[in-house]
């Protein structure tokens, strides 16, 4: 079967909020004039509501020490790592499984003028929420806060 690749229109999420959980992070650098910037990348797994039932989708995201440090400290603070950011230092491996909410918004590419997401802003937990050191692997919000029943069975 032949197909025109150019005809596919990138997945786009409306503007909105959505919950994540971190399901990857690794560090990585940056090279930009010259610099090495240390970043830390982050796959999320974003789920929200619909008529039909919960939908998820994937969603990359950079966590940067240099540029935009706004969203890196509203990123730990929304996973309850405020310690992390208060210390001035955060271990990727530290990511993995926590969970929050966001604000995500579409913005078009300056290079090849292509529409992606991004996420535009971190909302903090709850002080309720906030986790202790040894919770810290664990997501730290239920998705039953976010309106959805786990009380269900299992699905497989």
Not at 131 to 143: C, L, M, V
């Amino acid at each position: 079967m032949k197909f025109d690749k150019t005809k596919a229109d990138p997945f786009l999420l409306p503007d909105g909020d959505y919950y994540f959980e971190v399901v990857e992070a690794t560090d990585t650098v940056f090279e930009q004039d010259d610099q090495s910037i240390p970043q830390i990348k982050v796959l999320l797994r974003l789920t929200w509501e619909t008529e039909q039932g919960e939908r998820t989708s994937f969603l990359n995201q950079w966590l940067c020490s240099e540029s935009r440090v706004y969203l890196l400290r509203q990123f730990l603070y929304s996973v309850g790592l405020g310690d992390d950011w208060d210390a001035g230092e955060v271990d990727s491996s530290d990511l993995f499984g926590l969970s929050g909410s966001c604000r995500v918004e579409q913005y078009e590419q300056r290079k090849n003028k292509v529409m992606r997401n991004k996420v535009a802003e971190w909302y903090p937990l709850e002080e309720s929420e906030k986790p202790t050191k040894k919770d810290k692997t664990k997501p730290k919000k239920s998705k039953a806060a976010y309106g959805t029943d786990l009380d269900g069975d299992i699905p497989f």
